[in-house]
């Protein structure tokens, strides 16, 4: 391996010097965790509205960052949470540096089975919605291949997708432009997905 291609460019050089960039960034990140923080208490005042949740789906909210979804740092907060091998409900709220910040629908098993029932009693899903076609369960990326608008998929094809896919996501994302409004749009959006699975 040429050692040359490990040394550092004057641009890189130039960004490494630079301090605050990274304060400015673990500032960033920090706010982006208060604001989940604050979120996450609406999210426990909406779930009280719709009986079907027991105990057990109501685990405390759980804010989780990391530095390297694709690449790039991300904050998420899980809240209903429950993950197990067979069965999953979670709704995931995600901030993905550089890309937007989402709300995700995640089902697996009985919950998804549930669900699929009353959104197929129901109008069905809003069309600004995506829903993931990935074999991936723990892909996230609204923007990439795995996903496809619901406006753009036959209903007969969508409810064969709620009765047969070994899981379902429904997501919706939103710019990072829009992040100051998050506190009205995240609980929004929560209370509209409860709606449509209960």
């Known amino acids: 391996m040429e050692r040359q291609q490990f040394l550092l460019s004057e641009a890189e050089l130039k960004f490494a010097s630079d301090a605050g960039m990274m304060l400015m960034k673990n500032i960033l990140i920090g706010k982006v965790v208060q604001t989940y923080s604050l979120i996450a208490e609406d999210l426990k005042a909406v779930t009280a509205a719709y009986p079907p949740f027991t105990e057990e789906d109501l685990l405390?909210?759980?804010?989780?960052?990391?530095?390297?979804?694709?690449?790039?740092?991300?904050?998420?907060?899980?809240?209903?949470?429950?993950?197990?091998?067979?069965?999953?409900?979670?709704?995931r709220n995600m901030w993905w540096w550089g890309k937007g910040f989402s709300v995700m629908l995640h089902l697996k098993g009985k919950y998804q089975q549930k669900a699929a029932e009353k959104i197929m009693q129901k109008a069905g899903l809003p069309e600004e919605y995506f829903i993931s076609h990935s074999d991936d369960e723990w892909d996230h990326d609204i923007s990439g291949t795995g996903y496809a608008c619901i406006k753009a998929i036959p209903k007969e094809l969508l409810h064969k997708k709620l009765r047969k896919d070994v899981f379902l996501k429904i997501a919706i994302q939103y710019p990072?432009?829009?992040?100051?409004?998050?506190?009205?749009?995240?609980?929004?959006?929560?209370?509209?997905?409860?709606?449509i699975i209960s």
């Open 60 to 91: 405390s909210p759980k804010i989780s960052r990391g530095e390297q979804y694709h690449g790039l740092p991300y904050v998420m907060l899980d809240y209903p949470r429950q993950f197990s091998r067979e069965d999953v409900f979670a709704v």
């Open 176 to 195: 990072l432009s829009e992040w100051n409004r998050a506190n009205t749009l995240v609980p929004a959006r929560f209370r509209e997905i409860m709606e």
